[in-house]
């Protein structure tokens, strides 16, 4: 009677026979809850927990399947095909650590009693974990798959380390299980990363990672802190649905292509609302070069946009932002490629600029109004008088926000007037400079016929060309006076 495992194998590896591929003889089978078992199969408990023949083995014993296993590993380089460890118990820790690289390689169902030691192992074929249980640390760090790996479905008890690790092919963790503290530190995935639906319970480090692939932590639950500190996303890359329950650190990354942080909004039950939810994030320094969207997301606590740069604007449409939401020196987009971009970023920040209205910030307000604006003022489909009016209002104040461009523009137009006025007088005196403040001080003083006399002495034949320049003057001095001063009543008055 052969061992009683069976697993039909995943791809690449599924024309493998899905029974045990050992072939152990009948009597060296162990018969445990009514089924016969090979000593690689064999659990280390009965269903009931009582240990088995395995679980009481002696360190040296242990220590014999560990031999056992690398002579097969030995044996598949030997015969050129692949390596199935499908299913196999290892019951003491066991390292993998060896120069030569190894050929393709199946865990697929394997469970890990102990340590699990990759640590610098290169893997030169595709390689399965998926479905591997972990009851202990785990490490990877500085291996290198050149091939796809897989761990979907993967248990990881202990800790997990991956620092340093090289996914040159496909890297897929989709509902993998992270039960301690996990690190992705200077990991670089150089294809398709994709950690869908896996679940982090403790603290994990994705800290200087470099994603070069498209990427997806769509669904993804971050139970605790988090950090992405420095990372590099150089292609999409979706956070769509995911879950922050602890603190994210963002702070410094790279953002190349689109990004996405959207959720999907549902407010059905507690647990839906609180996968909307953001808590503490931190995306100051960072770049975004793409397209970045946060739609229908909640930000509960303090968020920091500190000094980032975004080429495209963001989209934040039905999202709940904190009072402590912090746009300090960031840098938003004054170039667009065509009209659909200028009218979505027209709306994006429209969005931003009433949410930072309901929080009373008031000059994170004015600041995207004067966004919108820049928007608004370049479309086509606006009035030429709309447009003229609102290129005048974003040079002479920056729609409100700066009270220093009034001021310069103010001192231009005065400096300008006096040497018309004495080009026009053909002279440079005193009396041409007072003249030049009057209608600075008192607007269209030149009009008064009390000052006709003194107009004839200055400027003589041309003095109804001077009326007309002293005119403009006051019109255009009395204009920015009043953006002069409402410029600082509107950066600090109070809602």
Known sequence: MPCAFQAKRPR???????????????????????????????????????????????????????????????????????????????????????EEPYPTMCFFKAQFCSNAIFKKVQFTGTTRFDEVQFASDARFDEAQFASDARFKNTQFSGYAWFEKTQFTGIAIFKKALFSGDISFARTRFSSYAWFENARFFSYVSFVEAEFSGDTTFAKVWFSSDTSFARARFLTDTSFAESRFSGDANFQKAQFSESIKFDSDGDSSTPEAIQANVFKHINFSDSTFDGPVSFINRQFRSTTSFFRCVFKKAPQFHNCTLHQGTNFDRTMFPSTFSDKAERAEAERAYRTLKLAMEQVRARQEESMFYALEQTCRQGRKDVDCTVRLASTLYLYCSDYGQSFKRPLAWLTGVTGVSWLLYALLGWSLNEEMFDFTLTQLVRPFNVWLSSNQSNLHTLFGQTKFVVKLIATCQSLFSLSLLALFFLAPRQNFKRG
């Open 12 to 98: 690449p590896f599924h024309k493998l026979n899905p029974g045990c591929q050992f072939h152990v003889g009948e009597d060296d089978l162990t018969k445990v809850d009514g089924e016969s078992w090979c000593d690689f199969h064999l659990h280390m408990q009965t269903q009931d927990g009582h240990l088995t023949k395995k679980g009481e083995w002696t360190e040296q014993e242990r220590a014999n399947f560990n031999k056992r296993i690398f002579e097969w590993i030995n044996q598949a380089e030997a015969e050129e095909k692949a390596c199935d460890l499908t299913g196999v118990v290892f019951p003491d820790s066991v390292n993998f650590k060896r």
